[in-house]
């Protein structure tokens, strides 16, 4: 069994994942929480926006809870949370209850940035809740319908969307098929229609217009960026990465946070610019991993990967400032920063 499948059946039994041409790790060192006055020319200045990232939940709402827990003892004046896709172990509408029962439980953000994942399509695996079933897929399941039950939960009608945290631009995209009902070959890998490439294309070019960085949101990594990006587990998840990529790739400004592989904070990996060619832009885009808050995994060596021992809770802090941003990885079950890179901005707010 794949550690993609056993994750699945895992969540599921509870209920009822360096140098390439064009990409460079950044040198980050642990540091005090991104929250804190900095001193950058010599004097402390206000934030212009403090927000969290996490994802990969799939159901683990107990490490969920001591996260949301952490990220208000750090943050308590955070302008919102990014949540980067497998919100649900399987996308069953009373795992998303679930999940809203959680957060109401703890303090939070007004506002969320929901993406979408490919554990919010693993209902059609079941024959029923407690039943695996992925000989006889998709059992009777429609994809509509899985389409359905995050666009209630994320109380939209769309799998894009644009959220503001304290006036700094969030996008959320996903994808907008689960390929397996469209080609039996492919099963998790990420469709975009021409409609929501032209929406991020024109979202971008706004706000740069504006200058103002982007954070962009989405549940699978890039080929060739953060950790995990460059292992043939998570190589070929777009089916559009080029052009993706080419979109991107043109503003320096913009932020990609991406989850799926539940790789280690602590890998030198976590945060890179990726520099498309081709894109006018020779200094890249940044990227960053999410990390996960449940299970997490490293290289194996051998092209592979294998499970972090232990407890595994992580996640990202993030600080806006007029010439910078700041990105603290925090493991939310320790209590501890993991490391700190600091931003630059190409065109200070």
């Known amino acids: 069994m794949d550690r993609r499948s056993l994750l699945t059946t895992t969540a599921a039994a509870g209920a009822a994942g360096l140098l390439a041409a064009g990409q460079a790790p950044a040198?980050?060192?642990?540091?005090?929480?991104?929250?804190?006055?900095?001193?950058?020319?010599?004097?402390?200045?206000?934030?212009?926006?403090?927000?969290?990232?996490?994802s990969d939940i799939q159901g683990d709402l107990r490490d969920l809870g001591v996260a949301m827990e952490d990220m208000r003892a750090?943050?308590?004046?955070?302008?919102?949370?990014?949540?980067?896709?497998?919100?649900?172990?399987?996308?069953?509408?009373?795992?998303?209850?679930?999940?809203?029962?959680?957060?109401?439980?703890?303090?939070?953000?007004?506002?969320?940035?929901w993406a979408i994942g490919n554990h919010e399509f693993y209902v059609p695996k079941y024959r029923d809740p407690d039943t695996l079933a992925q000989a006889t897929w998709p059992n009777g399941t429609t994809?509509?319908?899985?389409?359905?039950?995050?666009?209630?939960?994320?109380?939209?009608?769309?799998?894009?969307?644009?959220?503001?945290?304290?006036?700094?631009?969030?996008?959320?995209?996903?994808?907008?098929?689960?390929?397996?009902?469209?080609?039996?070959?492919?099963?998790?890998?990420?469709?975009?229609?021409?409609?929501?490439?032209?929406?991020?294309?024109?979202?971008?070019?706004h706000w740069a217009r504006r200058r103002r960085p982007v954070m962009v949101v989405t549940h699978h990594p890039l080929p060739n960026t953060v950790s995990g990006s460059h292992n043939k587990l998570y190589a070929r998840d777009y089916l559009q990465a080029e052009r993706l990529l080419g979109i991107l790739g043109r503003h320096r400004d913009v932020f990609l946070f991406c989850g799926h592989t539940h790789w280690d904070?602590?890998?030198?990996?976590?945060?890179?610019?990726?520099?498309?060619?081709?894109?006018?832009?020779?200094?890249?885009?940044?990227?960053?991993?999410?990390?996960?808050?449940?299970?997490?995994?490293?290289?194996d060596g051998s092209g592979g990967e294998v499970a972090?021992?232990?407890?595994?809770?992580?996640?990202?802090?993030?600080?806006?400032?007029?010439?910078?941003?700041?990105?603290?990885?925090?493991?939310?079950?320790?209590?501890?920063w993991i490391k700190q890179v600091t931003i630059p901005l190409n065109t200070p707010l």
């Open 143 to 205: 994809e509509d319908s899985l389409f359905r039950s995050f666009y209630r939960f994320a109380g939209r009608s769309t799998v894009h969307a644009e959220h503001s945290f304290g006036g700094i631009p969030v996008l959320s995209i996903g994808t907008e098929k689960y390929m397996h009902y469209h080609d039996p070959k492919l099963w998790d890998e990420v469709w975009l229609s021409d409609a929501q490439f032209a929406w991020l294309e024109d979202r971008l070019a």
């Open 27 to 54: 040198a980050a060192a642990p540091g005090p929480s991104p929250a804190a006055p900095p001193h950058g020319h010599g004097r402390p200045d206000r934030p212009v926006a403090t927000f969290n990232v996490i």
């Open 265 to 299: 904070l602590a890998l030198s990996d976590w945060y890179v610019r990726r520099v498309v060619p081709g894109t006018g832009n020779l200094e890249g885009f940044n990227v960053l991993n999410t990390g996960a808050v449940q299970t997490g995994f490293t290289d």
């Open 308 to 336: 972090v021992p232990g407890t595994f809770n992580q996640g990202l802090q993030v600080t806006v400032h007029r010439d910078r941003v700041t990105v603290g990885a925090r493991d939310f079950a320790a209590g501890t």
């Open 74 to 113: 750090t943050n308590p004046h955070s302008a919102g949370l990014a949540v980067a896709g497998d919100l649900t172990p399987r996308g069953y509408d009373f795992e998303y209850a679930a999940l809203t029962a959680e957060f109401r439980k703890h303090a939070r953000p007004s506002t969320v940035a």
